[in-house]
């Protein structure tokens, strides 16, 4: 139980009895992570429609917010490709061309996300996070990839690209191929493949700034700019003054449903990536508050004239590779992106906007999980198609559309699932204790006159009449061999059930009592024997017919009819 201050700053757990041994890999972390994340944030801001420096703005309060707020001790928060291209498909329409209005706009989207978390935290609905099952996630993000690389196609190769769907901006750019710049495709090209060999051969390097400052002082050596190659030019000096900024209500109405849309999948980002990080140092991480700590962020991030934010897998990574034993960690990128901003503005603007783009489409390319796909198909073939079928969907119907899509996929294949669950019909094998599957047991025996059957899943709508009509064909099939006098319902796998499927099982005891068939149930626990009793099933089926365990009922079974059975090795 945290009590004091730690109950309303879970951050402040992680730092009880730190040693000093850990300051030193804290500090190295901290100074590494900065390295990767600045360039790297600047990138994600063009992503998002801003100027690169935004993106520095932008991860300057969750750097410092979540150090207190959250209960990972390795994740990395902050501006990420997911939710910088969220905001661009949002905003784009709305803002018309004016920068000052989508500036305005990105950061009020902000301030909504971090609303709609932290309302979200106090509901407790950090389970959500389940809401993208695996192969839904990594075809979303694959998804999302394809369209942060088609995105990036006019910068890495000076051609002028138009259009806000991936098939728009194809067409546009191969019609403008021939204003192909070569100086800037060979530049960006140069910077990936760069950015791919520090990735495989040296990955604790800080490869992002490596590349971008080379690529900076060969453009700057060779005068470049003047040959074509854009720079990122000016940056204003320190750091904005704290604020709201003013949206008028009717635009407030629009940022909603895609704030919605941001804060499930970056939540859903921030989860998955804390869970499998803790896991690895066996430590354990807070869903609800995790959700807060995201609001607490994006809440900062806003007030900073920034965008909506989430956290780096990458940088995360990064962070752990290098040691990081504590958040503290972040305290010391904090530090060195605000030496950057107040002492480095002249080395910053000499960035190449193709080495940026070159960036975002190194970071593209690591969110497509082939792996992962490949498991996929090892493992079943619907879970592949789940994960095709989304990266389709987002790459066809856009991000936003996508995400909703997403869900339904992942909701509509749980459906599938229970509404075709397993089921089994359960006898003794010889030497093995308990009932087990006959069809996992060819040498499995059921009583003779006895049917125990066990359906795998909750009982809901979805599976109801699915579970009545099985049922019976477990009674037909075993009805072929002696007459079954007894019908027992192996209830250990329905952990949830609803009124439409005890309707189901009410018809079930009804349609057996008519064939002079007794129903009874085993391995009923509390919670169900409390729906049964409200829904009137327990007078109907009888309090004598529920029963705790399968020998509780052959033992009544036996008592009833004098009935032998086969060799039973033992009790379940």
Request: aromatic fraction near 6%.
């Amino acid at each position: 139980m945290i009590n004091g201050p730690a109950r309303f700053l879970p951050g402040l757990e992680q730092f009880r009895g730190y040693q000093r041994a850990w300051l030193r890999p804290d500090v190295v972390a901290g100074v590494t992570v900065a390295a990767y994340l600045v360039p790297q944030v600047m990138a994600y801001a063009t992503v998002a429609g801003l100027p690169p420096v935004t993106g520095l703005w932008a991860i300057l309060g969750p750097l410092a917010v979540y150090v207190f707020l959250g209960t990972s001790r390795q994740l990395s928060v902050g501006p990420e490709s997911t939710t910088a291209l969220l905001t661009a498909v949002a905003l784009a329409p709305l803002a018309a061309g004016d920068a000052g209005r989508y500036a305005a706009l990105a950061a009020m989207l902000a301030l909504l996300v971090g609303a709609i978390c932290l309302v979200g935290s106090l509901a407790r609905f950090g389970v959500l996070a389940d809401l993208l099952s695996k192969p839904v996630l990594v075809g979303y993000l694959a998804g999302t990839a394809g369209i942060m690389i088609a995105s990036q196609l006019g910068k890495v190769t000076g051609v002028r690209v138009d259009g806000e769907t991936i098939p728009g901006q194809l067409r546009s750019f191969l019609a403008n191929l021939s204003d192909l710049h070569w100086p800037t495709t060979i530049l960006a090209t140069v910077v990936l493949s760069a950015l791919l060999l520090l990735g495989r051969w040296a990955p604790r390097a800080p490869g992002p700034l490596l590349a971008v400052l080379a690529a900076s002082v060969v453009v700057a050596v060779f005068s470049l700019s003047e040959h074509g190659i854009g720079v990122v030019g000016a940056i204003p000096p320190g750091v904005p003054v704290p604020g709201v900024a003013g949206v008028a209500a009717a635009d407030l109405t629009q940022l909603v449903l895609p704030a919605i849309g941001i804060a499930l999948v970056g939540f859903s980002d921030n989860a998955l990536t804390a869970r499998a990080f803790a896991g690895r140092h066996g430590q354990r991480v807070d869903a609800n508050r995790e959700l807060g700590a995201m609001g607490a962020t994006n809440l900062a991030a806003g007030v900073m004239h920034g965008f909506p934010v989430s956290c780096s897998a990458s940088r995360t990574t990064i962070a752990d590779l290098a040691g990081a034993r504590t958040q503290a960690y972040s305290l010391v990128a904090l530090a060195a992106v605000l030496i950057v901003l107040f002492g480095a503005r002249g080395i910053l603007a000499e960035f190449p906007t193709a080495a940026l783009g070159a960036l975002v489409v190194f970071a593209a390319l690591r969110l497509i999980d082939l792996p992962e796909f490949r498991r996929f198909a090892r493992f079943r073939r619907s879970e592949l198609v789940l994960a095709l079928g989304t990266t389709a969907a987002v790459l066809i119907f856009g991000v936003l559309y996508g995400i909703g899509i997403a869900i339904a996929l992942s909701i509509l294949d749980l459906l599938r699932r229970v509404a075709r669950a397993h089921d089994a019909i359960l006898g003794f094998v010889p030497g093995l204790a308990g009932m087990h599957d006959i069809d996992d047991y060819p040498e499995a025996k059921p009583v003779p006159g006895l049917v125990i059957y066990r359906y795998d899943a909750p009982l809901c709508f979805a599976n109801a009449e699915d579970f009545r009509t099985r049922a019976l064909e477990s009674v037909e099939l075993l009805g072929r061999d002696a007459p079954v006098r007894w019908f027992v319902l192996n209830a250990e796998a329905n952990v949830e059930v609803d009124l439409t499927a005890l309707d189901a099982v009410d018809q079930l005891r009804a349609e057996l009592d008519s064939r002079g068939i007794v129903f009874a149930m085993a391995r009923v626990k509390q919670d169900l024997r409390d729906a049964l009793d409200a829904a009137g099933l327990v007078d109907r089926v009888g309090a004598d017919r529920l029963f705790p365990t399968l020998p509780t009922a052959l033992e009544a079974y036996r008592a009833a009819t004098g009935a032998t059975r086969p060799d039973d090795p033992g009790p379940e």
